[in-house]
């Protein structure tokens, strides 16, 4: 009796881990795609900001996480394979990957480079990975970045012209001569070593079902820290987990909609409206900032030099409210197109004011400050100090409403204007301590008829009648 249910226990430990998820609603389970929202490295300065990660695998098959570097104006620069043993966890500094080319280095077939734990499986009963995926033979253990490839990394990142992958186009955006590396990550889990990005899904890196390249499996789970030595703070949170279903397709906006027409990828989509604190002062004298994921919901390319950025940016969004403590709100002006083209500004102020709003695909936005306020950038070269756009709020604390549903020209996303985005905070106080957390979501897109397409009423506080206009 005792070796029977010995043995049931560890039949029991083999099989996947059990979670209670429910597709379209985000929560921190396993999953088919993980999404870093927005990453920052210093690349000249060790003690700067930088951005670690994890991906973990929750079962005892191994799998391949086929991970995807994308600009902060949603151009996929870099992509590479990461084998992961049963209940393996490989972790990541983009420091390493962007000042000296260095990747995480794995392996199918050698066990001295990813050694098998005693849970694991050598191969993995649905996918097949394994020893056998000879797709990863040329692949792994990686090398470090050629420096062509590095350099090319670097501009990307940074706002600059890539001139060897790129032709000498941009694929990011260039808020000054500064020093940090933006964007954002994907991380799929895959059938085999596929050396194409994301946006090949017409050609067979996702089939329904999970027959391409990426797979359908809910089997990854991972972390991400932002740490900046020079201001003493660090914060963690979860990397967005992305569930794959068999039933999602042209009926739902899937997260990679923008690249299947008819949802191909499976994967549960994000939320469209939010709610989530501020606070600029008290203990948190270093404020808050915003960092913002937005699907520009149509495949962007490298663009020329002569442009600050490409269509669609910069998003537009239907309603921004700003609440204080005690419920007064205020309204500033919004626009529910793209690019931008409802205020009065004009020339560069005009730029700053919306991407102020979070207008990119990746972006930081200081709440509180003024449209240039310094966060995390510092000259390079003896320029000026480099500033990033800060969103003004009329409250030291309060709480901000945030409908990010936008219509863009060309969308290849066919429920406008809904419009998938990921929202988290960071509180800081001064090189002395902060924290971080996720916003509420209010609705999740995937299935667009259920997502929020309620105006809240605009009111001056003065006070109102429960519906103002």
């Known amino acids: 009796m005792r070796r029977a249910a010995l043995a049931s226990a560890f039949v029991a430990l083999l099989a996947p881990i059990g979670a209670w998820a429910e597709i379209g609603t985000l929560d921190d389970v396993p999953a088919a795609t993980l999404l870093l929202p927005y990453f920052e490295v210093d ?11 994890s991906v973990n695998n929750a079962e005892a098959g191994p799998a391949i996480a086929h991970v995807t570097l994308w600009t902060d104006l949603a151009v996929p620069t870099l992509d590479f394979n990461v084998f992961l043993t049963g209940y393996d966890v490989v972790t990541f500094n983009l420091r390493d990957l962007f000042v000296a080319g260095t990747v995480p280095r794995t392996s199918h077939n050698q066990t001295a480079v990813s050694p098998r734990g005693v849970y ?14 000879t797709s990863c033979n040329e692949q792994l253990p990686l090398p470090p970045l050629p420096a062509t490839l590095l350099d090319h990394l670097r501009a990307a990142h940074t706002g600059h012209p890539s001139p060897v992958v790129f032709g000498g186009l941009k694929s990011g955006f260039l ?23 994301p946006e090949s899904c017409a050609t067979g890196y996702f089939i329904a079902g999970g027959n391409g390249d990426a797979n359908n499996l809910n089997q990854l789970w991972g972390d991400y820290f932002y740490v900046d030595g020079d201001q003493n703070f660090a914060q963690g949170e979860t990397l967005v987990h992305l569930e794959a279903s068999d039933a999602l397709g042209a009926d739902h906006y899937t997260f990679y909609r923008r690249f299947c027409a008819n949802g191909e990828d499976q994967r549960e989509g994000l939320g469209s409206t939010f709610a989530v604190r501020y606070v600029n002062g ?3 004298t270093g404020g808050t900032d915003l960092l913002v994921w937005r699907d520009p919901k149509r495949p962007i390319a490298p663009f020329s030099p002569a442009l600050p950025y490409p269509a669609p940016f910069l998003l537009g969004e239907s309603q921004v409210v700003i609440f204080d403590e005690a419920e007064n709100p205020d309204a500033p002006p919004s626009c529910p197109f793209s690019p931008p083209n409802c205020s009065s500004a004009s020339g560069p102020n005009k730029a700053i004011l919306a991407a102020a709003k979070a207008g990119l695909a990746a972006n930081r936005v200081r709440v509180g400050g003024s449209p240039l306020t310094l966060v995390h950038g510092r000259a390079a070269g003896g320029q000026p100090p480099c500033s990033v756009p800060g969103f003004p709020v009329p409250f030291d604390a309060g709480w901000l409403y945030l409908d990010l549903n936008t219509v863009v020209a060309g969308s290849q996303v066919p429920f406008e204007p809904i419009t998938q985005n990921f929202v988290s905070a960071v509180l800081s106080a001064n090189g002395r301590f902060s924290v971080g957390y996720d916003a509420v979501q209010l609705d999740n897109v995937t299935y667009p008829a259920q997502a929020l397409d309620v105006q809240l009423p605009v009111c001056d506080g003065a006070p109102d009648p429960p519906a103002c206009q």
């Open 43 to 53: 690349l000249d300065n060790p003690n700067g900001i930088t951005t670690l990660f």
């Open 120 to 133: 694991s499986l050598v191969t993995h009963p649905v996918s097949g990975v394994g020893p056998g995926s």
């Open 282 to 284: 008290g203990a948190f």
């Open 175 to 197: 808020f000054c001569s500064d020093s940090i590396a933006r964007g954002y990550l994907t991380l799929d889990n895959a059938n085999f070593c596929s050396l194409r990005f």
